[in-house]
């Protein structure tokens, strides 16, 4: 089961073929950068200043000693090239991607889920960072109140805060402007600029070739009785978007929502991209799918025109643009 804020937590919300030419070589981001080269690593950078749903951390020198509570917030620390300042990680949604993997595999795994406070604090941490409000629960790292009394600085991201209301429009520059505070924090600003700047050069590549031109999705995310899908203001839309492709319930309000049967029966959606979780993999919806008698009977599914996607890059993070590409190249496969 992911780690959602709670009480969200208690609903899940709801890749493979060459493109084209142009985006063989392309990755929404780029290999762990260890080079210091034009970083603000040094002690004269500092203090630093980070906020985020209302909480305010300010750290007087690099963590030596962070750690990440959440995949998303994982995988940025990876992308940024910070393995080797980190004491522990917790939570996978689903598996590190083979780039950042031998990095991943350097720092120890403190728990298949959220570890307990007490094994958290016996790393003698100096930052923590999460992607949701969950891991601020005082069963597990305590408040972040808390840990600004006992020295602790911590950062949540702004997409997980608990009040919806301060959470930012799910964009692309807000996912960069997250890993731009992430990056004052460990000290290497330079490298979340870089990662930027290439994935916006992914992003224009994906625009130009448009993939999903005149095409109608379906986002299924989990769920049987009733299917839970990207909705219009989350991940799942900022990929779809990416690639030019229609998706059949933009006009929902959230990242996700409960969608309706009926009207996907009614919409016979040209493709069906199916989330890949521990909780609810892509083989199992697809087994749904095929078996219920009036599913089967969609475009997509009579044609096997499915698309899969780890959980993982379908939330607004650092393998968002990973998403777009590999939906981009999934499709194109295809054919129409």
């Known amino acids: 089961m992911r780690a959602l804020p709670l009480p969200a937590a208690l609903s899940s919300a709801a890749l493979a073929t060459v493109l084209a030419l142009g985006l063989t070589a392309c990755t929404g981001a780029p290999e762990a950068d260890t080079s210091t080269s034009g970083d603000a690593s040094s002690d004269s950078a500092y203090p630093v200043t980070i906020t985020s749903c209302g909480h305010t951390s300010t750290l007087t020198a690099p963590p030596e000693h962070a750690v990440t509570l959440n995949q998303g917030a994982t995988e940025v620390a990876l992308a940024l090239g910070v393995a080797d300042q980190l004491a522990g990680t917790a939570y996978l949604d689903d598996s590190i991607p083979k780039k950042w993997r031998a990095a991943y595999d350097s720092v120890p795994v403190l728990s298949k889920e959220y570890p307990t406070r007490e094994k958290l604090l016996a790393t003698q941490p100096d930052f923590l960072y999460a992607s949701y409000s969950s891991a601020f629960d005082a069963k597990v790292a305590g408040t972040q109140k808390e840990l600004d009394q006992e020295g602790i600085a911590s950062y949540l991201s702004p997409f997980g805060c608990e009040n919806e209301s ?135 599914v009579k044609k096997r025109h499915f698309v899969t996607v780890p959980f993982s890059e379908s939330t607004p993070g650092v393998r968002l643009v990973d998403g777009a590409t590999a939906v981009a190249r999934q499709i194109t496969a295809l054919g129409r």
């Open 166 to 300: 301060a959470r930012p429009a799910a964009s692309f520059d807000a996912v960069w402007d997250e890993v731009d505070s992430v990056a004052d924090a460990f000290g290497v600003p330079e490298r979340a600029a870089k990662l930027r700047t290439q994935q916006r050069a992914t992003l224009d590549r994906l625009g130009s070739q448009d993939a999903g031109r005149g095409l109608t999705v379906l986002w299924y995310d989990s769920g049987t009785k009733t299917p839970y899908v990207g909705a219009g203001h989350g991940g799942p839309q900022l990929i779809l978007d990416a690639i030019g492709a229609t998706n059949i319930f933009a006009g929902m309000d959230g990242n996700w929502g409960d969608g309706n049967w009926e009207k996907i029966v009614a919409a016979d959606p040209d493709v069906i991209v199916l989330a890949d979780a521990s909780w609810d993999t892509a083989k199992d919806k697809i087994a749904y799918l095929t078996k219920d008698p009036a599913l089967s009977q969609l475009t997509a």
